[in-house]
């Protein structure tokens, strides 16, 4: 079946704009994750969704990033007033509920200018 | 200190050979462990997961872990070209959410 996809699968943006990236899990996954991976890093967990529970933020680096699920399916991670350190790959993956296998999309490289 | 431990490499191996890779991690109540392989601008892959003591074998790969020494391998046997890759070691945390903790990444270089 169809994998995790994620768009844009690229996105420049200049400093201070806002951007919008979106998930799309596999279908009948209930559990969604951001992770970023920065040039050099290793990949850094920001959010967690499972189901219809509060989503776990302990990751996000700012009050800059949010993220939103809708309808237990697409998700759409939102960064507002852009700053050149967000420049990153930002990538999705989803999970069946009970299992603990994660399947990444192809993600959304972001550049900052 | 990093809560999970790799070597960044790069890992160089003659084509043939046995590719070892490392990872050791901090937190002590850890059950889930996998390994991702991630080609140069691809997503992460999942190679292996462990969950219990002992040695996992699927294919030309074998997943070790030793809880005890907080400690989790992967070998490849008859490394071939195309398993050059940065393999990124990742943990689950024994408390609550479902996220993974990774390791920097080890760069495997299968020179023929």
């Known amino acids: 079946g169809a994998g995790v996809s994620q768009s844009p699968s690229n996105k420049v943006t200049e400093k201070g704009k806002d951007v919008e990236l979106r998930c799309d899990p596999i279908?009948?996954?209930?559990?969604l994750y951001w992770y970023r991976q920065s040039l050099g890093q290793g990949l850094e967990f920001l959010i967690y969704?499972?189901?219809?529970?509060?989503?776990?933020k302990s990751g996000l680096p700012s009050d800059r990033f949010s993220a939103e699920r809708t309808g237990g399916s697409v998700s759409t991670l939102t960064i507002q007033r852009t700053q050149q350190e967000d420049s990153a790959v930002y990538l999705c993956?989803?999970?069946?509920?009970?299992?603990?296998?994660?399947?990444f999309g192809p993600g959304t490289r972001l550049l900052v200018l | 200190q990093k809560e999970v431990e790799q070597n960044s490499g790069p890992l160089s191996v003659p084509e043939g050979a046995i590719a070892s890779l490392n990872c050791t991690y901090s937190?002590?109540?850890?059950?889930?462990f996998f390994w991702y392989r991630q080609y140069s601008g691809k997503s992460p892959e999942l190679i292996m997961s462990?969950?219990?003591?002992g040695d996992k074998e699927d294919g030309r790969f074998t997943a070790q872990l030793n809880k005890a020494s907080q400690y989790v391998s992967l070998l490849i046997r008859d490394s071939q070209p195309s398993d050059s890759a940065t393999y990124l070691c990742?943990?689950?945390?024994?408390?609550?959410?479902?996220?993974?903790?990774f390791g920097g990444g080890t760069r495997l270089m299968v020179k023929p």
């Open positions: 937190d002590r109540g850890s059950q889930s």
């Open positions: 462990i969950y219990s003591n």
């Open positions: 969704f499972q189901g219809n529970s509060a989503p776990d």
């Open positions: 279908s009948g996954h209930t559990a």
């Open positions: 993956a989803s999970s069946l509920a009970q299992q603990e296998t994660q399947y």
């Open positions: 990742a943990v689950k945390a024994g408390s609550a959410g479902n996220m993974l903790t």
